[in-house]
């Protein structure tokens, strides 16, 4: 599992940085970032907390490439 932020849609509430810090934190910019490129298996589960959490839906799941994931996300 990876996930991205996309740092146009975050508000900097800090809920997935709260509940995941393992994979997310801020940046220089104070805006949620991811912090791996691939999610440890055993914080799986408080990654995709973290994702159903945000308010603004800024947190893309996805497995394989980005490009594809993002693709895909714009024909939804
Ligand atoms: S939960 Fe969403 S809006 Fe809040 S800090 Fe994380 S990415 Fe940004």
Redesign the pocket.
Known sequence: MKVH?DPDL????????DICPDV?DWNEDGI?QEQVDEVPEDVEDLAKE?VE????D??MEYSGSKQRAALAMKKE
Do not use: D, E, H, M
């Open positions: 932020v975050c508000i900097s509430c800090g809920s997935c940085v997310f949620a973290a959490s945000c308010p603004t800024a947190i």
